[in-house]
């Protein structure tokens, strides 16, 4: 046996444009039965937006004031992944872990190497086809951001 848990299927719905500041964020959710992430779980994790944003000013790159943010209910508390797309090609992604976002403030686990899980990156893959889709191959076209945007991903996985 490699690992103890059997895969199991979530859920995964978007569940909002959020506009923070001049972003605007692609918001998920992934939970492990039918019930939706409590509406004050998804406020106190909107309320971490404005510190996490703020690592887009790490690099010197361009970004898009364009982001993703998937709130994962797992098995020991939430898990918050954001990431936008900078110099065009590029994702920056933070993930964060609370195991009870109401209670305690989230901490930062990419600084330890961790991405994501397989649930997280099936929304990431999901983005990134979006985003050369709509955006990469349509330069030109003056609503890819528009819709890059309107494209959203609801699927059980």
């Not at 989230?106 to 961790?114: A, N, R, T, V």
Request: aromatic share 14%.
């Amino acid at each position: 046996m490699i690992v103890k848990t059997p895969y199991k299927h979530r859920i995964i719905r978007f569940i909002e444009l959020i506009y923070f500041d001049e972003w605007t964020i692609k918001c998920y959710t992934i939970t492990q039965s039918e019930d939706h992430i409590a509406p004050k779980i998804v406020m106190a994790i909107k309320n971490q937006l404005s510190a996490w944003i703020q690592h887009s000013e790490r690099t010197n790159l361009t970004h898009y004031n364009t982001a993703t943010l998937i709130i994962h209910q797992g098995k020991e508390g939430y898990y918050a992944i954001i990431a936008w797309w900078i110099d065009e090609n590029m994702l920056q992604l933070f993930a964060y872990f609370s195991p009870d976002p109401v209670v305690r403030t989230f901490q930062m686990i990419s600084d330890k190497g961790i991405v994501s899980c397989v649930w997280e990156m099936a929304i990431l893959w999901f983005e990134r086809n979006a985003w050369v889709e709509e955006v990469m191959l349509q330069n030109n076209n003056p609503y890819a951001k528009i819709n890059y945007l309107n494209r959203q991903l609801n699927t059980t996985l």
